[in-house]
Structure formats: structure tokens, C-alpha cells
């Protein structure tokens, strides 16, 4: 059969406690044939996959629309970071999505600075805000960004045979 969503909208990931938490609350409810996905074009795709297709290919539309950025970027950044997910203990997504683009298309930070990417606390440079999830625009919905994206449309899907 295939994946069936069984909750909608279940919010932010958390820190480690609580999505510990969470995991164990759906494994008493669903057993472990759960997972976290995200209903794309009316198909079921699990969080790795959506990473792919919905996290990264945002962030490459907003590099092929906002080529300055990614200028900018590749001249002043040494390293990336997110304070974000450093501050606490949350999954970093959107550094390796830059990553991942820049590999593929053959491109290296060549600057001598650490950039953070996110808008949490002091924010490293102005490039930090503009390629933050907070202001990338969702892959297919210019209305949305990608963050929005990422809570908002997240679900739990249960296996079904």
C-alpha cells in the first residue's frame, strides 16, 4: 500500500527533549511504522526526501534568481553556520543545502569570514537575513518562504499494508 498521513500541521521539530518526547508519545500511538514527511503534489515524501527536492531546490532558485547573493556569499564566506541549530541542538538544513549547491555547481567559498545563515541573535552580515528559511521563497510558491513551508506543511504518516 503505501504511506498514509495520519496527522497534519504537528509544529516545530524542538530541541532534543522534546522531540524525543514527541517520537515516543507517536510510537505508543502508531508503533514504529511512522515517519515525518510532507504531502507534495498530492504524493507522500518523507523528510529526506523532501529535503532534497523542497530545501535544496529553494535554495537553488533563489541563487539562479538572486545571482548577487550568491556573489556576495562565495566573496566573503570562509565557513558558514547556523546559531541557530548551534543554539539549540536543531537540525541544520540550510547550510548544507548551500553546501550541496555550491558543490554541484563547482563553486567554492573563496572569503576569509564565518557568515551565519539564519536571523537568530547577531547576525554575522546583511547576506545572513537574505539566505535565511525565513526569507527564501519556497520552490513553485512565491508567497511562501521556506520556512513557513517546512512547519507548516509537515506531517506524520503511519505505513499501511
Known amino acids: 500500500m503505501g504511506w498514509k498521513i ?62 548577487n547573493d550568491l556573489e556576495e556569499l562565495i566573496a566573503t564566506a570562509k565557513v558558514l553556520r547556523n546559531p541557530h541549530a548551534e543554539a539549540t541542538g536543531g537540525v541544520d538544513l540550510q547550510v ?4 550541496a549547491y555550491l558543490k554541484a555547481n563547482n563553486l567554492e567559498l573563496l572569503g576569509k569570514e564565518i557568515v551565519d545563515i539564519g536571523t537568530m541573535g547577531n547576525r554575522s552580515h546583511k547576506i545572513s537575513v537574505r539566505l535565511s528559511p525565513l526569507t527564501i521563497k519556497v520552490i513553485g510558491n512565491p508567497k511562501m518562504t521556506l520556512e513557513q513551508f517546512w512547519q507548516d506543511k509537515k506531517c506524520l504518516a503511519v505505513w499501511e499494508e
Open 96 to 99: 548544507p543545502a548551500i553546501l
Open 6 to 67: 495520519v496527522e497534519r500541521r504537528i509544529g516545530k521539530a524542538g530541541n532534543l527533549k522534546q522531540r524525543n518526547n514527541r517520537q515516543k508519545k507517536w510510537t505508543q500511538k502508531y508503533g514504529d511504522n511512522w515517519i515525518i514527511g510532507y504531502n507534495i503534489d498530492g504524493v507522500f515524501l518523507d523528510q529526506e526526501a523532501a529535503i532534497e527536492k523542497i530545501y535544496h531546490e529553494s535554495y537553488r532558485q533563489h541563487f539562479e534568481m538572486y545571482p
